[in-house]
């Protein structure tokens, strides 16, 4: 056998998970999603990762069902496209969760920082006994806190996904990542600085019994990156009554865990 064909072999047997996760670390060469994006405006559609990934899944549905009846190969070959489909969409979501998350925490994090540093001026000390500065202090404490936790809980989330369908391997771009870790570390250092300063003016704040965010926190940010993904995936391959189905699904679980601010420490 050729090399040609044994690669080609390889290729066919290669599980929708190996498979994606053979284009992700393709693309996280360029760095950033910015920087893959634009390698890929030059080149004809037949080349976009998911007309590739989707025509790769179809050839080993297919290679692997040979002389089987018509309705076996469909449904191996709609089974893969499936599973192919969705696993691209899920390292977009969780790309775009991402980015969206941290361009939200930055202006939050700009917000917090500026009434911490007002609120710790030299002239705190006469108005350490003003209800209206240890209101304002505890509740940017607070708020501190559970932007915190919400980080955390993305970042759990998807390190659990990541696990259950990319076989562990990080969906987010190296640059993502980078900025990623500087932002929780940011967030860390404000929360305990906030907190810090709501103890020593005496601010009545609820105790935070550490950051890590509730089971039903994570399970909620894990539904935000699976079911748009899911839904999106039924979606482009014409399955249209089911992506009304997943998208309706998730709004309502949505709707059952509002309000989401609680205790810091404790969900979102």
């Known amino acids: ?52 990934l989707a025509r790769e899944a179809v050839a080993a549905a297919r290679a692997e069902n040979v002389r089987k009846s018509p309705d076996v190969v469909d449904g191996a070959v709609r089974k893969a496209l499936r599973a192919t489909v969705f696993r691209f969409e899920l390292v977009l979501r969780i790309n775009v ?14 917000a917090l920082s500026g009434q911490l540093t007002l609120l710790a001026t030299e002239d705190r000390t006469e108005r350490r006994a003003e209800g209206t500065h240890l209101r304002r202090l505890g509740q940017c404490r607070d708020a501190a806190f559970i932007g915190l936790t919400a980080l955390l809980a993305e970042q759990q989330a998807r390190t659990s996904v990541e696990a259950r369908y990319l076989d ?15 932002m929780l570390h940011q967030a860390t250092g404000l929360a305990v ?5 709501a ?12 950051n890590d965010p509730s089971a039903d926190l994570v399970e909620r940010h ?14 482009k391959l014409d399955e249209g009554r089911d992506a009304i189905r997943v998208a309706s699904g998730w709004l309502r679980s949505r709707r059952r865990a509002e309000p989401a601010s609680e205790a810091p420490g404790a969900t979102r």
């Open 1 to 52: 056998m050729t090399v040609t064909r044994r690669l080609a072999a390889v290729e066919a047997s290669a599980t929708p998970t190996q498979r994606v996760v053979a284009w992700l670390e393709e693309a996280h060469a360029f760095g950033t999603l910015e920087d893959y994006v634009d390698s890929l405006l030059d080149c004809p559609g037949e080349f976009y990762p998911l007309n590739r």
């Open 97 to 110: 969760a991402a980015h969206s998350m941290m361009d939200r925490e930055v202006l939050i994090y700009a």
């Open 168 to 182: 562990g391997h990080p969906a987010l771009f190296p640059a993502a990542v980078t900025a990623w870790d500087e």
């Open 193 to 197: 600085m906030a907190d810090r300063l």
């Open 199 to 210: 103890e020593l003016d005496g601010a009545d704040v609820a105790e935070v019994d550490g």
């Open 222 to 235: 894990v539904a935000d990156l699976v079911e748009p993904a899911r839904s999106t995936t039924v979606e």
